[in-house]
């Protein structure tokens, strides 16, 4: 079954440190989404991306955020400057036709810790 | 803004016994409607979604969620609980922009 695969599963990192996760969406896939959860929060969108730009962006997806599919297979996030607030899971989804499936597939999350 | 409401956080139940976890929302329109699990340490899965037509969803290891737009919930619900069910259920909410809106979860303990 095709999965979305996100790495690294776990990375530490020092504030003010540059951060990229990576994320391979299902091959066929054509939209594309970053969500964190925060650790006891909710999990919260944050972008999502669509024919090579961002679509949709929250309050939270400031300048320190940003996405690029550098390849026909990568959706990575980039973070900037990192925060201690920045720490959380972040979770990569992708989809094929929101209007026909609905679904959004979720990879298994890469947690940032920022120290 | 859409919105979603899980009032009850954690839930404990036994295994065998049914249950029900509650879930309201908030939105202008009629809603895109799901229900995530997760199990720790893994991601999101979807366990079942409405977006229109009958308004009681099957979904995934036995579950299913009833819409009642009259009462903006979207509960789900399963007969007998397996301790593999053991989990945090998120439901969550989504316009036409697949935006999903997530709810703060309930965390489901079986006892055997």
């Known amino acids: 079954e095709p999965e979305v695969t996100q790495t690294p599963s776990h990375q530490v990192t020092q504030m003010g440190q540059e951060v990229i996760l990576r994320c391979v969406p299902i091959?066929?896939?054509?939209?594309f989404y970053w969500y964190r959860q925060i650790l006891g929060q909710k999990v919260e969108f944050l972008v999502s991306?669509?024919?090579?730009?961002?679509?949709?962006k929250s309050e939270i997806f400031d300048d320190q955020f940003s996405v690029e599919r550098p390849d026909g297979s990568n959706f990575t996030l980039k973070i900037r400057s990192t925060k201690l607030e920045d720490s959380a899971m972040y979770f990569c989804?992708?989809?094929?036709?929101?209007?026909?499936?609905?679904?959004?597939?979720f990879g298994e999350g890469s947690r940032l810790t920022v120290l | 803004a859409q919105s979603v409401t899980q009032p009850d956080i954690h839930i404990t139940v036994s295994e065998g016994a049914s249950l029900e976890l509650r879930c309201n929302y908030s939105?202008?329109?009629?809603?895109?409607l799901f229900w995530y699990v997760q199990s720790p340490g893994q991601g999101l899965q979807l366990l079942l979604k409405?977006?229109?037509?009958?308004?009681l969803v099957q979904g995934i290891k036995g579950f299913e969620a009833e819409f009642k737009r009259s009462q903006s919930s979207f509960n789900l619900r399963k007969p007998s609980v397996h301790w593999s069910d053991a989990a945090e259920y998120f439901c969550?909410?989504?316009?036409?922009?697949?935006?999903?809106?997530f709810g703060t979860g309930t965390r489901l303990q079986v006892t055997l």
């Open positions: 989804a992708s989809s094929g036709s929101w209007v026909k499936t609905g679904e959004l597939f």
């Open positions: 091959s066929n896939h054509l939209y």
């Open positions: 991306f669509y024919n090579n730009e961002i679509s949709e």
């Open positions: 939105y202008g329109a009629t809603p895109y």
């Open positions: 409405y977006f229109s037509g009958d308004t």
């Open positions: 969550a909410v989504a316009g036409t922009a697949s935006k999903l809106t």
